[in-house]
């Protein structure tokens, strides 16, 4: 059997398809050089497009009341984590109700592909992915979003506090 196409048949179907994307763009260009109050596009950035709150976007580290952070440095989001970006340092507490704490907290946000599973994973509530969703920096060091700007970063004022109190936890065994 014969496998052979005869390709100037085939590329005759294309012309349709190509002509009718071209009619579209030119279409919508001259209408959009007409009538510029109607266009689509944002000046970005001084304009920006508002998504919703359940965007998933930039990270967040919870607080408790007090400020401190919520983790408990157990690896689950860690663990979790499908592009390996999340590096945590645990120590214990000097307070013995206290479970363990991350001293170093680190997300590598260039590798991260904002999935989610570090949020699911977490059973306290201390991690979350906010709305903010750019991601500005000048050079490689500033992507590896560390304790600091994960939950105290300045648009956080003081940070996020975690929706699971330590009450709530106990009685959960959490
Ligand atoms: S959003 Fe996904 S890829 Fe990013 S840190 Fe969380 S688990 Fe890892
Ligand atoms: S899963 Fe939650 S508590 Fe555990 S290390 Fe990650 S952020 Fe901390």
Known sequence: ??????????????????????????????????????MMTLNYPEEK???????????????????????????????????????????????????KFPIAYEIDILR?????????????DAIRLGPEWQTPAVNGGNFIYDINHLAYRPNLKGGIQTHVDDEERHKQGI
């Open 1 to 38: 059997m014969s496998v052979m196409q005869n390709n100037s048949e085939k590329a005759k179907w294309y012309l349709p398809g190509v002509l009718g994307g071209l009619w579209i763009t030119g279409k919508h260009l001259v209408g959009n050089l007409l009538n510029r109050k109607k």
């Open 49 to 99: 497009y508002d998504y919703s709150p359940r965007f998933k976007g930039n990270h967040v580290l919870t607080v408790k009341k007090d400020g401190s952070l919520r983790c408990t440095a157990c690896m689950l989001c860690a663990t979790n984590c499908p592009a390996e970006c999340i590096k945590i340092v645990a120590a214990e507490h000097n307070d013995p109700t206290v479970e």
């Open 112 to 124: 991260c592909v904002f999935c989610g599973y570090c949020e699911e994973a977490c059973p306290v």
